[in-house]
C-alpha cells in the first residue's frame, strides 16, 4: 500500500510537469502569434513606428484634406445637406493640389447626370486649402479625387 502511494504520487508528479510543459510550450506559441493585451499594443506601436519610418524614409505623401478623411466626409455631408438638388447617384471630381494646398484643374471623372455633376464641381472646388502632398519630404503638387454620394441614405 506504501508502495502504491508512492508510486501514485509518482505518477501525478509526472503529469503534471507534462502538463505545465504543454501549457507553457502553447503559451509561448500563441505568445508569439501576438496574444495578449501588452504584446498587442506592442506590435501597434511597432507597425506605426514602421509606418512613419516608412514616411520619413521615402518621404512621399499623398494630399489630404485639413484634418483628414473624418473632416472631408463631415464638410462634404454638410454640403450635401444644404445643396439642394434632388436625385441620386455618386459623382467623382479629381483635381490637383498645388504646392500651397490649392485646388486646380477639376473635372468630372464619374458622372451621375448634368445637376448633380455641377453640384459636386462647385462643392470641390469651393473647398478649403488642402495638405499638400510630398515627394522626398518637399511639397509637390499632386493628383486627388473626391467621390461624392447624392441622395444617399444614412
Known amino acids: 500500500?506504501?508502495?502504491q502511494k508512492i508510486l501514485l504520487a509518482l505518477l501525478l508528479g509526472i503529469v503534471s510537469m507534462s502538463a505545465s510543459a504543454q501549457v507553457d510550450a502553447k503559451m509561448k506559441a500563441l505568445q508569439a502569434k501576438g496574444f495578449g493585451a501588452r504584446n498587442m499594443a506592442a506590435q501597434q506601436a511597432d507597425s506605426a513606428a514602421r509606418a512613419a519610418d516608412n514616411e520619413k524614409a521615402t518621404g512621399d505623401t499623398e494630399p489630404s484634406f485639413p484634418g483628414g478623411d473624418i473632416f472631408l466626409q463631415a464638410y462634404l455631408k454638410k454640403?450635401?445637406?444644404h445643396s439642394n438638388v434632388s436625385g441620386k447617384?455618386?459623382?467623382v471630381v479629381s483635381f490637383h493640389v498645388d504646392k500651397q494646398g490649392?485646388?486646380?484643374g477639376a473635372?468630372?471623372?464619374k458622372s451621375a447626370g448634368g445637376t448633380l455633376d455641377t453640384q459636386a464641381f462647385d462643392i470641390v472646388t469651393g473647398m478649403p486649402r488642402w495638405k499638400p502632398g510630398?515627394?522626398?519630404g518637399e511639397p509637390v503638387?499632386?493628383?486627388a479625387s473626391v467621390?461624392?454620394?447624392f441622395g444617399a441614405e444614412d
Do not use: F, R
Request: charged share 20%; hydrophobic share 35%; net charge negative.
Open 102 to 104: 490649392n485646388i486646380y
Open 107 to 109: 473635372e468630372v471623372t
Open 89 to 91: 447617384g455618386d459623382v
Open 134 to 136: 510630398t515627394t522626398n
Open 79 to 81: 454640403k450635401l445637406l
Open 1 to 3: 500500500m506504501y508502495i
Open 147 to 149: 467621390t461624392l454620394h
Open 141 to 143: 503638387d499632386k493628383p
